[in-house]
């Protein structure tokens, strides 16, 4: 089964395939597809941005579409950068949004350095039926980057005693907000 990927996020579509592709799934980027599109995230919720994606390419495709939107939610910092964490505070590189956010921690105890990652899927069907689905995956903020594996927010994230970068693709991928999320998307596809 061929779905194409509403997304233009290069760490977001490696992990799709490495979760999707042994289970028989073909995950097509939308470059790869030849749709080039950047879709303006007018949203206020993970699951309202996901199905904007979604539409977008569904519209030009009329295919299976799956979109993906996802975010590091910090208790500390009312669960910023949320929705945002693609473009934090207009931040232009991964590594200048991790050292902001471990700067906006500095001072806060073990405890409450609680975060999580959300990851939200919208399917659309070839008929046009739109579902979506949630995964989470609960960790803490810790004190600098670790790791160099994953992307995006991954060497300041702490699941269990590791960080994500710190830890392999399929590592990451049976604990993650993603796989999560890939786990609800199989029971409804
Ligand atoms: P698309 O909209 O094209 O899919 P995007 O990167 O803009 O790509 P989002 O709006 O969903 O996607 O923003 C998600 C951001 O959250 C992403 O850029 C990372 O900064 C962060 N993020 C999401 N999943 C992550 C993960 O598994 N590890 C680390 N950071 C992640």
Redesign the pocket.
């Known amino acids: 089964m061929k779905l194409i990927l509403a ?3 290069k ?2 579509v490696k992990e799709f395939k490495e979760i999707l592709s042994p289970l028989g799934f073909e995950v097509v980027s939308q470059s790869d597809a030849g749709i080039d599109i950047e879709v303006e ?1 007018t949203g206020t919720t993970f699951e309202e ?1 996901a199905v904007l ?1 979604a539409k977008a390419v569904y519209d030009i495709s009329k295919t299976y579409v799956i ?6 939610e910090v208790d500390a910092l009312d669960k910023k950068p949320g929705i945002y ?2 473009r934090y505070e207009e931040l232009q590189t ?1 590594h200048e ?1 991790n050292v902001r956010i471990l700067d906006q921690l500095d001072g806060v105890s073990d405890e409450n350095r609680t975060a999580r ?1 959300v ?1 939200t899927i919208c399917l659309i069907r070839d008929n046009g039926k739109v579902q979506t689905v949630r995964g989470t995956c609960e960790g803490r903020i810790g004190y600098k980057e670790k790791g160099t594996n ?5 060497p300041i ?1 702490i699941y269990g005693d590791r960080t ?1 970068a710190e830890m392999t693709d399929e590592e990451k991928n049976s604990i ?3 796989g999560n999320a890939i786990k609800e998307l199989l029971k409804i596809i």
């Open positions: 997304t233009n996020n760490g977001k995230e941005n994606k979109a993906d939107d996802s975010g590091l964490s693609a991964p949004r990652f990851c994953g992307f995006g927010y991954d994230f994500l993650s907000h993603r």
